[in-house]
Each structure stands twice: as structure tokens, then as C-alpha cells.
């Protein structure tokens, strides 16, 4: 799965590259779209095991499925003026994605071998998406011409004081040994800030 995973980040690299000239934008775009599919269809694979339902592979189709028909309906819709809040609309539900799945792994994480690490990638996930979320709906806003949420001194406050209790729970969780309670509590937490 190494190499298909490898395969697709090259592809993906390269077709943005080739978005960059007018004259290979089409390319660019054929290779980006067949790199995604090749790394979501290695990842699929990858989740079969023996107790894998077809329900769960029937509930992805859907997904998959629904989220193509939106993205579709909605590019159609846009007016070329106005594609840079779509993409901005588009990588901010890629980040709002990116901090769900870090809150829905989390119940999945055990003290065994290896938990910091797993705990880490956890953070890591929902701090980026929450970060790719919340800049991409104030540019969404700025591109839109709409004004920024002016930010009230009640709203600082609490947003420092999460952050503490954020930084507490992380260094509870690095520095106490077998116990995954702290990231349990970090990570709903952390997505509050975002």
C-alpha cells in the first residue's frame, strides 16, 4: 500500500504543478483527480479485513457518492467570479473532516504499545484541520467581500482560556504514563477552539 500511497502523492504534487499553466490545466487536473482515486482506492483495500461488513462498503459508496453529486452541483452553480470561495468552501469542509476523524479515532485509542504516537497524530489531525477550517471560512468571508466577525473581549478570553486548558491536557497526556484520559478530554477541547 507503501508505493500506491507514494504513487498518488507524486501524482497529486505533479497535477497541481501542471494547474499552474493554462495550457496543461486539464492534464493537471486528470492526474490530480486519478491520483485521489488511486490513494482512495488503496485505502478502501487497506480497511478490508475479515469482519468488514458489505454495509460499511455500502455507507462509503453512498458517501462517496452524495459528496460527488454536491461538489458537482455546486461547481455548476458557481460563477467563474466566484470559484475562490468555492475552493475556499471546499478546503474548509476538507479541515472540518480532518478534526471529526481525529474526535471519532480518538475513542479508538488504548494504552497499548505505541498510544503517545497515536495520541500525537490525533492532535496533529484536529489542531491542522481545525486551523484549515477556520482560515478557509474568514477567507471564504474576505473573497465573499462579507466583514470578519469582529472578535469580542468575552470571546479572547475564553478562547485563552481553552488554550490553557488545552496545553494542560497535552502535557498530562505526554508526561503521565499509560493513560489515554487526558487525550480524550484535549481533543473535544481543541475542536471547541476551532
Known sequence: M??????STIGLV????FMGSA???RLGNAVAAFSVLLALGATTYSAITPGTSTAHFVILGLLLMSGTVIGRIWSYRVAMTSMPQLVSLFNALGGLSAV?????AMHTLDNGPGHKAA?????LGVVLGGIAFTGSVAAYLKLDGRRMPVARRAHRLAARALLLVQL????SFL???GTTLPIKALLPVMALLA
Open 119 to 123: 495520541g500525537v497524530v490525533l492532535i
Open 168 to 171: 494542560g491536557l497535552l502535557l
Open 100 to 104: 471529526l476523524l481525529g474526535l471519532n
Open 14 to 17: 505533479q497535477g497541481l504543478k
Open 23 to 25: 495550457g496543461k490545466a
Open 175 to 177: 508526561l503521565l504514563p
Open 2 to 7: 507503501g508505493i500506491l500511497y507514494l504513487l
